[in-house]
Every structure is written in structure tokens, then in C-alpha cells.
């Protein structure tokens, strides 16, 4: 019995053993498993990372060249490096290697870089108006003037180009509205007036500005008018974005200004004399009815276009004081093109380990 007894005890013993290291076995596996997943992800965020990283980078560099890469660096305990091929001046193909450890993780990405445009439907008039119902429109100046024959910069009619229409309106009823507001040969253009349900709504994309103006008013006096005097922003050969902020209640009133780009005005905007914009003006609202004064008291010219946006019904619009809003193909191209931070479109993205 007792030989049994110790035969019995070293078979449990043998049992128990083969069960333990069975079970370290499984735990250092499981260990190992999980240990390896967690370098796997990441060296994937870190390539991931490094993408981001090299964007920032090469954001600084209006022209991309093999001088531009590789960017290297450490990420999260690991390293990366991103190496770039320019396929044109505005496309790149980037090839990222995260490593942790001794796991490498690549992703392969082409990418094409541009400012942010604005809306092509913006070149279809001299001056578009989304805001429906229209409250009131009036042109009460003895030369006031809606064309849209193209122009170039300086205002001189090019007579070859071919024209856009005057004034675009959302609805036959705002044309309505306009129609009774101006007198005969102020608005010209093919049509001169033209109804269109597609005017372009710029509350939808005006606040991407916002971020990136190079120069932002504010307007904090609670609904009182805001004036800006004596201002030149930007240059022909240097646009700029002028962003007003009225947060809805506001109006902003400019006196002998002068600028080049794009101008957005949250609120209203009344341009009282001697002021001359060329490119693009936005005046919206999302909230309140907008009131448009060009020219309140002297000669005001805008070389471009302009939109009213927003949602808000019961905007309202005079031109008086002999002002000009002139079509400029040209002045609506040069805004296109300011320099703004670059957006990245990817057209192919493959990652994994390759």
C-alpha cells in the first residue's frame, strides 16, 4: 500500500507538472501574442503618424522637390521615415515606414495638394443672391451699374470675352423683386437677369475664411456699426482674405478702402465711398436678414463678383451712389489662386506589411 500510495503521489506530481508548464506555455504564447500585436499597432500608427508629419513639413514648401525628403523623426517610443516622389507639381506619391521594435509597417500613398478654391458657380454673374425671399432690392444711384461683361483688373471692359449674366436670383419671385428695383440699362449681361435655383449658398464653405484670413475684423459694440477707414489689403500680384466678423448683428462700413483677394462679411457690409474691391465678396448671414449698402455716398467699384449667402430670408441689397459691381473673369481667377493652407485629396492609399 504504501509503494501504491508514493506511485499514486508522483503520477499527480507528473500530472500537475505536465498541466503547469502546459499553461506557462500557453501564457507565454498568449503573452507572445499579444506582444506582438502591440508592436504591430504600433509601428502602424507610427507610419500613419509620419504621414501627417510630413504633410505639416512640406506645407512650408510652395514647390516640392527631392530636397523635401525624406522626413524622419521618432513616433511613440518608435521611428519613421517617409520617402517622396513628385510626380508634377501638384501630385506625390509618399511611401511611409513606421518601425517599433523590430516591426515595420509601410503605407504607400498618392496624394495631389491644392489651395481651397472657391465655388465655380461663383463665376456665373456679377452678382449672385441666394437669400430667398428676397426683402428688398433697390439700385437708386443716377450711374449705378450691375455688369456682366467681362473686365480686366483695372475695371476696362473686354469686349471680345464672352459675358455672364448681370444679377442671378433664386426664384421667379426674387426676380420680381429685382426687376422693380432697377431702372433700364442698369444691369447689363447675357441675360441680364437670370433665374437659377443652383445660386451658391456660401454659408456652406464661407466659414472655412474664417480660419484662414490674413486679416480678421471683429465687431463687439452689440449691433453698432463697425467702420473701417483709410485700409489697403493685399496687391494684384499678392491677394489676400479679409474676414469680418459681425456674428450676425453687426455691420461693417468701409470709407477710402482698397483691396485684392477675397472680402467675407458675416452681417452686413456697406461700402459708404471711395472704395474699390478686387476679386471676390461674400456678405452672409445664417441668422438675420443682411442688408447691402455699395456706395452710400461716392464712387464705389467692385472688379469681380459678389454673392449674398446665408439662409436668411428678407435680405436686402441697394446700390446708390454711383457704384459699379463690373464681371472680371480675371479678378475672380486671381482670388481663386491665394495662397491658402493646402488641402491633400488622396487618390490611392495601400498599407500593410509589404
Known sequence: MGSNAIVTVLGFLIVFTI??????????????NTFSYSKHVTSRDIARNSIQVALRKIDTDTALGPGSFPVTGSLNGGTFNV??????????????????????????????????????????AALGIHPSPLGVF???????????????????????????????????????????GIGVGDVLGSPPLKVDPTVPDPDTSASRYKMIADFY??????????????????????????????ADVANFKMNNCTG?????????????????????VISFSKTTGIVVNV?????????GGVIMGGLAPG???????????LYSS????????????????????????F
Open 138 to 180: 433697390n439700385m437708386n444711384g443716377s450711374k449705378d451699374t450691375v455688369d456682366g461683361r467681362d473686365h480686366d483688373l483695372t475695371g476696362r471692359l473686354l469686349p471680345l470675352n464672352p459675358p455672364v449674366a448681370g444679377i442671378q436670383m433664386s426664384t421667379t419671385t426674387d426676380s420680381v423683386v429685382v426687376a422693380g
Open 330 to 353: 480675371a479678378a475672380l481667377r486671381m482670388a481663386q489662386q491665394i495662397e491658402t493652407p493646402y488641402v491633400y485629396e488622396i487618390r490611392s492609399w495601400y498599407e500593410g506589411y
Open 217 to 246: 475684423y471683429t465687431n463687439s459694440k452689440k449691433g453698432k456699426d463697425s467702420l473701417i477707414l483709410n485700409t489697403t489689403w493685399g496687391s494684384p500680384t499678392h491677394p489676400v482674405i479679409v474676414y469680418c466678423d459681425g
Open 295 to 303: 456706395g452710400q455716398s461716392n464712387y464705389s467699384t467692385i472688379i
Open 83 to 124: 520617402a517622396g516622389t513628385i510626380v508634377n507639381d501638384s501630385t506625390i506619391n509618399l511611401v511611409a515606414v513606421g518601425t517599433f521594435m523590430d516591426s515595420n509597417y509601410n503605407i504607400k500613398t498618392t496624394l495631389v495638394r491644392h489651395h481651397i478654391p472657391f465655388d465655380s458657380s461663383y463665376l456665373k
Open 260 to 280: 485684392w483677394g477675397i472680402l467675407v462679411v458675416d452681417g452686413g457690409l456697406t461700402l459708404q465711398s471711395n472704395v474699390t474691391w478686387t476679386g471676390l
Open 19 to 32: 498541466v503547469d508548464l502546459t499553461m506557462n506555455k500557453g501564457n507565454l504564447e498568449s503573452y507572445d
Open 315 to 325: 435680405s436686402s441689397y441697394t446700390l446708390g451712389g454711383n457704384t459699379s459691381i
